[in-house]
């Protein structure tokens, strides 16, 4: 366990030893939770959508068999295109998190237009699906392109996105994107529930969920993953929220990616 872990190359006293291997093997128990965590988290959040889609299903077969009754398909069938968007960011989420442990995240950086990104995602993820309520979406600064890995970003502005919708109800969010001379900062702002300050620390971690997100659904692997992306673009991913007014997540980037990896 020891060598497999790298802790300790030169133990001398017995006692030493003894600590040494004391820390293998909680680390070795920790792993072990994270891992039942998170089969537990994989196996729940997968149920409740195929859960819906199967009673969907069953409530348009049962439709089709009886002619008499109107048939109200396409709002059944609305609800399984739903949830199977759940289910194919879940398994973004889980994809990401996997290759992102075994050191399998690639950079495939070049020129791109980060206005136009940001304008096709919001039309293609959420203007169906989060009732209309349509996104602000701000430019300042001189827009210019990016020399960055537009996937990483595309998938770091879904994230931040999909929870702004999430974690409010009435207001729609912000989207502001501010050009300066050699970095972009990205601002999506939302007006809903906040994270209470004391948890505020804690959001980076894998699998934390705040007190107060109750039954919304989710993994709590989202703004890891979405860190560690803008990390690997040698950017930076911030927050400032207040509980019951809104939080504002801050992704920035430089302008060009290349100049700061080297
Ligand atoms: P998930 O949303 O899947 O739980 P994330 O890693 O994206 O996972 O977020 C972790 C937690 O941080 C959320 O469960 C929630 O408690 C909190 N959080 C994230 N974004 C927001 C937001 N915009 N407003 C309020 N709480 C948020």
């Given at each position: 366990i020891i060598r497999h872990l790298g802790v300790v190359t030169d133990i001398s006293s017995q006692k030493e030893k003894e600590l040494v291997?004391?820390?293998?093997?909680l680390r070795t128990q920790e792993l072990s939770q994270l891992k039942s965590q998170f089969v537990a988290t994989v196996s729940h959040e997968f149920r409740t959508p195929l859960a819906t889609?199967?009673?969907?299903?069953?409530?348009?077969?049962?439709?089709?068999?009886s002619a008499a009754t109107p048939v109200p398909i396409s709002k059944h069938l609305r609800v399984i295109e739903q949830e199977i968007e759940k289910v194919t960011d879940l398994l973004s989420d889980?994809?990401?998190?996997?290759?992102?442990?075994?050191?399998?995240?690639?950079v495939n950086a070049r020129w791109f237009d980060l206005v136009a990104l940001?304008?096709?995602?919001?039309?293609t993820h959420f203007s169906r699906r989060q009732d209309q309520r349509r996104t602000h979406f701000l430019v300042e600064g001189t827009a210019c392109q990016l020399y960055s890995d537009p996937r990483l970003v595309e998938h770091v502005l879904?994230?931040?996105?999909?929870?702004?919708?999430?974690?409010?109800?009435?207001?729609?969010?912000?989207?502001?994107?501010e050009f300066k001379p050699s970095e972009v900062v990205v601002y999506v702002i939302d007006q809903g529930i906040g994270i209470?300050?004391?948890e505020q620390g804690n959001l980076?971690?894998?699998?934390?969920?705040?007190?107060?997100?109750?039954?919304?659904r989710g993994t709590g692997l989202g703004l890891v993953i979405a860190r560690q992306f803008v990390e690997h673009l040698c950017g930076h991913l911030g927050v400032e929220s207040q509980e019951h007014?809104?939080?504002?997540?801050?992704?920035?980037?430089?302008?060009?990616?290349s100049v700061l990896a080297g």
């Open positions: 291997l004391q820390q293998a093997l889609m199967q009673s969907s299903l069953e409530l348009i077969n049962y439709h089709l068999a889980f994809l990401s998190a996997s290759a992102l442990e075994s050191g399998n995240i690639r940001c304008e096709e995602l919001l039309s879904i994230n931040l996105l999909a929870n702004a919708f999430k974690f409010s109800t009435t207001d729609p969010p912000t989207l502001r994107i209470p300050l004391s980076f971690q894998a699998f934390f969920r705040a007190s107060n997100a109750g039954a919304i007014k809104g939080s504002t997540f801050t992704m920035t980037l430089p302008i060009d990616f």
